[in-house]
């Protein structure tokens, strides 16, 4: 079945710091892949998506590019601040509209300090 | 605002209890989704439901149950319900399957 994989947290950086977070996925064919973004107290807010390999998703000046030839959908923002810190989930869904529901990683804590 | 709406807020109530959590999709959304956020299991999905049908099942307890009606808002029972039920319950639409999903606020579920 499909699974994904995010790199263990917490992460804590300093404001302006580049930020890596890694996320790898297993699935047949070619799924949509999603980082959704969860304020404290808050729902889940679509980040950015890629519905195909080379795909680059932005949002925020956050980005990840869909790589099929590593199965990875890394997510990197160049300069983060302190509104920034959130929980963020690694997602995939499909391919098909037929599995359409979203396999979650397990969300990596991100604090950004001043 | 992701013009998805889940009521209520909070709930608490008691072991071997039943209730009923209510989402309103985004204006136009045909399907539906259920998931559960616990610290042990993450966000797994539950149900998804389109255009008044059922149209797939996630790791959903025989315990629960849900429906979606003609005017496209959804409910989520819950029933004899546990200690291990507590637990963030979100609901998400989408306009069809296989599209973008958006996310309610969530229903955070405390059992006693």
């Known amino acids: 079945g499909n699974s994904v994989t995010q790199m263990e947290g917490p992460v804590t950086l300093s404001e302006e710091a580049f930020l890596t977070i890694n996320c790898t996925y297993t699935?047949?064919?070619?799924?949509?892949l999603f980082w959704y973004v969860q304020y404290p107290g808050e729902g889940l807010q679509l980040l950015l998506k890629?519905?195909?390999?080379?795909d680059k998703g932005s949002n925020k000046g956050f980005e990840a590019t869909y790589r099929k030839e590593t199965t990875s959908f890394h997510l990197e923002k160049g300069s983060v601040q302190v509104s920034d810190s959130a929980v963020y989930f690694c997602?995939?869904?499909?391919?098909?509209?037929?599995?359409?529901?979203?396999?979650f990683g397990k969300g990596i804590t991100l604090s950004v300090r001043p | 605002d992701s013009g998805v709406t889940q009521t209520p807020k909070h709930l608490i109530t008691a072991t071997g209890q039943r209730v009923t959590l209510r989402c309103s999709p985004r204006?136009?959304?045909?399907?539906v989704y259920w998931y559960q956020q616990s610290l042990d299991q993450g966000l797994q999905f539950l149900i998804q439901?389109?255009?008044?049908?059922?149209?797939a099942k996630g790791n959903i307890l025989e315990r629960f149950s849900a429906q979606q009606f003609p005017d496209l808002h959804s409910e989520l029972n819950l029933s004899s319900l546990e200690l291990g039920d507590s637990a963030l319950y979100f609901c998400?639409?989408?306009?069809?399957?296989?599209?973008?999903?958006?996310f309610g606020p969530g229903t955070r579920l405390l059992v006693l």
């Open positions: 439901y389109y255009n008044g049908e059922e149209r």
């Open positions: 890629a519905t195909k390999a080379d």
């Open positions: 997602a995939l869904s499909g391919p098909g509209g037929a599995n359409s529901k979203l396999t």
């Open positions: 998400a639409s989408s306009v069809e399957a296989g599209e973008t999903q958006y």
């Open positions: 699935a047949t064919g070619y799924p949509s």
């Open positions: 204006s136009g959304d045909l399907s």
